[in-house]
């Protein structure tokens, strides 16, 4: 007869509760932050083109403090203009910057699987239902996981960029560019799509800046590389359900 008294007990380790990971490649993020330094200066820059040749008939202008172009009083005792000319360096030189990086995001993007994996797919039905619960303040958001909204978000945003991009090389080139300043629907129009274009990317700098400052580890990620959340308890799989 065995006695089983005398046989040692095992115990098992501690199980740690999972945690959500993000993790950014260096090239991801030198290209993230590139982008961003180039948006924003071709949005100041931007806005005082705009003062000084609006696109809209409307009676509305921006404030030239969050414009850049240099000083006005300046400009007009030097140069006989509000600073257009020190706005337009800005804007082309911003341009180039954010053409040949937009460009090399969207080929890493491909080509490492990253819009793939993180940006696909987006399904109409997914996206109201977050859609919904975001507008109830129902959303929850992992780390390292991009719910519908986010991803539909991503893509406008890229969007967003391509179709500024584009219809600024029409209005800077019409003539050379003739065919898609035509696509465009002329060069005045071109002005506008440009314009509506810009007041996208402004919008989804918005909804950006707000969603770093409710989850700050994601700026952290995007910084540092990786961040990881607060452990938490995982969620039962589908066959711990239907028991």
């Avoid at 203009?81 to 954010?98: I, K, R, S, T, Y």
Wanted: aromatic content about 12%.
């Amino acid at each position: 007869m065995t006695d089983h008294a005398s046989d040692p007990v095992v115990v098992a380790p501690p199980v740690s509760a999972p945690r959500d990971v993000q993790l950014h490649p260096i090239g991801r993020r030198l290209m993230h932050w590139v982008n961003a330094v180039a948006i924003i200066i071709m949005i100041g820059s931007g806005w005082r083109i705009y003062d000084s040749y609006p696109a809209l008939p409307l009676d509305f202008g921006f404030p030239p403090v969050i414009t850049l172009g240099g000083d006005i009083s300046k400009s007009e005792a030097l140069n006989n203009e509000d600073g257009l000319a020190n706005a337009l360096l800005w804007h082309f030189a911003a341009m180039w910057v954010l053409v040949l990086n937009f460009l090399a995001y969207l080929i890493a993007g491909i080509v490492s699987g990253h819009f793939r994996h993180d940006f696909l797919p987006v399904r109409p039905k997914a996206f109201f239902h977050d859609f919904l619960a975001a507008l109830r303040g129902r959303l929850d958001h992992r780390l390292g996981h991009y719910n519908a909204v986010q991803k539909a978000f991503y893509w406008g945003a890229i969007f967003a960029i391509l179709v500024t991009i584009l219809s600024g090389l029409s209005i800077w080139k019409p003539v050379q560019l003739q065919e898609l300043t035509w696509l465009f629907g002329g060069y005045e129009f071109a002005r506008v799509v440009h314009f509506f274009g810009m007041a996208a990317i402004v919008a989804f700098l918005v909804v950006h800046v707000a969603l770093t400052i409710l989850v700050p580890r994601t700026l952290v990620a995007m910084v540092l590389g990786r961040a990881s959340s607060r452990p938490h308890r995982s969620e039962p799989s589908r066959e711990e359900d239907r028991a």
